[in-house]
């Protein structure tokens, strides 16, 4: 795992010496994610970078990567799974790889292949590529989108980087907050590819390449999660054991100590499972968080397991006095906001597992290939509910509506209010209603226009198959993957999920909706599969997953420091009702409606932009013509609702 970040210049660079110090500037700001070793490199009109943490090959895998005869030149954030056979493949057609790190693979597979490289790359990375013979860049982003790009025009220079802060800090570069991608991020908490908080800002989408030359620029979706058109057969629980054992072990081959995140549910625990089956008499520590707040608490079940497996578990305890300071730090650390609360606790998990291990397996995305969510026995039961009589279906919902709030976990009355509120839309729209952050209604109060929901997914295939593939290409690379990896490289810990090696994605997208979603059961193949390693009482209790209790602790101890936040006028800068936020407060804090997560993403936002005031010359909100130039990429044509087939697009020209 690293930070990346580069200035290539369509023409000669203007002035080198400062290119070069603005990318030293760049790596300074990703410091925290690589602090091994730091390095740059001047090829002809580009200047690339990169600061390392070391995981493989830890004695000689120096970046920028250039090679000699061509001096093309390739920097990545990640970790090359599959590298050994990428190098026997190399060397049979006489490229030898002398670096025993595994991303030196990646110069001699572009010269190979082209821009189609990237195909060939199995695990978790985010890759620039400078060919100065064409004066051609490349960047690319893995499958499920666990590593991240960013990138600006600005004038006739390309400049990219693996967060937000690296560009724009201390007036790098001149941007502007993007209102109707703030208006998404309002909806679902999160900014899904290709937006960005800045409209001069674009983030390379999972699954994505894009090639940057003098005839313009060009992208192309080179994978897709093709769980739609894929036809459903019979699993078979020994094919999947060795299929996600080898994933385990591809990911924990690595030249470091390495531990788990468990939380005591059945993903983390499953993995932390195999991944001891794979390591017998490897000393394997695992990380747990725990509340005082009973209901959100699962360290007992973590310390069962661990016990079982025969690992130490460290535990982080999480009190409301560490949410101001931390979402400050975290907000300016990586320059965008993000509205999960459990941002706060993973990093406050990352920062005290650093101190043992360069690496911690996790158990995200089985909920997404699997079939583990709520909301998916909402998909199906929708269906049905919608050919019940309009009466009915109205006093159903009033009676649904008037269940009184909780500060409980995730509870069932939450879940049957969200239910109610968007039975009546169709399928893919329904579900993003379920997971948004700020259902309509309160953000028409807070004087916001909602964008419509509307997943333009109109392709063929079962219902369950499309909301889980927008779940992960949305909500899990650009939420919980987003939120996975600047928590932990914060304090410079690599998160690997073994659930989203390849081999694992294409095993589960062949699944019947059965062995997904049967009756009121989740998950039910994975959970008969996670037999062979866990007692029952994980594999079938209740599920929880990760979660906060923010609302509890905005009536109590965060209490004055949301009001503080809410009352400085700030949201108003961006088209946000401030008395309409205090009167949901109020509502809140008067236990008349739980508003917790519209609140949290307010607050959040409202801490972000006190971030983009401090780093922003003209106040935020002032008509201005923004220095760089805005990139209107278009969608690729296999972005979800186009095109199924992996294709290219000219788009822009680079002048």
């Not at 790009?149 to 693996?162: K, V």
């Not at 931390?326 to 993973?346: F, N, Q, S, Y």
């Not at 499309?466 to 932990?488: F, H, I, M, N, P």
Request: charged share 25%; glycine share 8%; with cysteine.
């Amino acid at each position: 795992m690293c930070g990346i970040c580069g200035i290539v210049a369509s023409a000669d660079l203007a002035d080198s010496e400062a290119a070069r110090l603005r990318v030293e500037a760049m790596l300074q700001s990703l410091s925290h994610r690589g602090p091994d070793a730091v390095g740059q490199v001047t090829v002809g009109s580009g200047v690339l970078g990169a600061t390392r943490l070391a995981i493989r090959g830890l004695e000689d895998g120096a970046q920028p990567m250039m090679d000699p005869d061509t001096g093309i030149v390739a920097v990545c954030n990640g970790e090359i799974d599959n590298h050994r056979e990428l190098r026997r493949w190399l060397a049979e057609r006489g490229r030898a790889v002398r670096s025993e790190t595994d991303v030196a693979v990646i110069p001699g597979l572009y010269l190979e292949l082209g821009e189609e490289f990237v195909g060939k790359l199995v695990g978790a990375f985010a890759v620039a590529i400078w060919d100065p013979r064409s004066r051609r860049l490349i960047l690319a982003r893995d499958r499920a989108g666990e590593r991240p790009i960013f990138f600006a025009l600005n004038g006739g220079e390309i400049i990219f980087a693996t967060e937000i802060a690296a560009l724009v800090s201390r007036g790098r570069l001149p941007v502007s907050p993007d209102q109707d991608a703030l208006r998404k991020y309002l909806q679902f908490g999160i900014f899904p590819s290709p937006e960005t908080p800045f409209v001069e800002i674009q983030k390379v989408a999972p699954g994505e390449w894009i090639q940057f030359d003098a005839a313009g620029v060009r992208r192309k979706r080179y994978w897709r999660w093709h769980i739609t058109e894929t036809v459903k057969q019979p699993p078979s629980l020994d094919a999947f054991d060795q299929t996600f054992r080898d994933a385990v072990g591809r990911q924990s081959d690595v030249d470091v100590d390495f531990g788990v995140f468990l939380s005591g549910g059945m993903d983390s625990s499953l993995v932390s499972a195999v991944a001891r089956a794979q390591h017998p008499k490897r000393p394997l520590k695992a990380y747990n968080l725990r509340f005082e707040e009973k209901s959100f608490d699962e360290g007992d079940f973590a310390e069962a397991v661990a016990h079982q497996l025969k690992m130490d578990l460290v535990t982080v305890w999480v009190r409301p006095e560490d949410v101001r300071q931390e979402l400050k730090v975290l907000v300016r650390l990586v320059g965008e906001p993000l509205a999960d609360p459990a941002w706060i606790p993973t990093a406050l998990l990352a920062r005290r597992a650093a101190q043992d291990i360069r690496l911690a397996l996790v158990g995200e995305g089985a909920d997404e290939l699997f079939g583990g969510y709520p909301t998916y026995l909402g998909a199906l039961i929708a269906e049905r509910f919608a050919r019940l009589p309009a009466w009915s279906r109205f006093v159903i919902r009033r009676a649904l509506e008037a269940l009184p709030p909780t500060e409980k976990k995730v509870t069932i009355p939450f879940l049957l209010k969200r239910f109610a509120q968007g039975v009546e839309l169709e399928s893919v729209a329904r579900h993003q209603l379920w997971v948004s952050q700020i259902p309509p209604a309160l953000l028409h109060r807070l004087g916001v226009a909602p964008r419509p929901l509307d997943s333009h997914d109109t392709g063929a295939g079962h219902l369950l198959d499309r909301v889980q593939r927008w779940d992960l290409e949305t909500s899990l690379a650009e939420g919980l993957l987003t939120k996975s990896d600047r928590a932990s490289m914060s304090s410079a810990l690599e998160l690997r999920a073994p659930f989203l090696d390849e081999a694992v994605m294409e095993f589960a997208k062949s699944l019947p909706v059965e062995d997904r979603v049967r009756g009121f059961d989740t998950k039910v193949f994975l959970k008969h599969y996670a037999l062979r390693y866990l007692p029952k009482a994980i594999v079938h209790r209740r599920k929880r997953g990760l979660s906060v209790p923010i609302a509890r602790w905005l009536r109590g101890p965060l209490r004055e420091w949301a009001s503080a936040t809410l009352n400085t006028g700030r949201l108003e800068r961006v088209g946000i009702s401030t008395s309409a936020a205090r009167q949901m407060f109020s509502e809140h804090c008067q236990r008349k409606a739980d508003h917790a997560r519209t609140l949290w993403t307010l607050l959040v936002l409202s801490e972000w932009l006190d971030w983009v005031a401090d780093e922003i010359d003209s106040p935020i909100g002032e008509t201005r013509r923004p220095q760089a130039t805005p990139l209107k990429l278009q969608p690729p044509v296999n972005q979800p609702g186009l095109s199924e087939d992996c294709g290219t697009r000219r788009v822009a020209r680079v002048s």
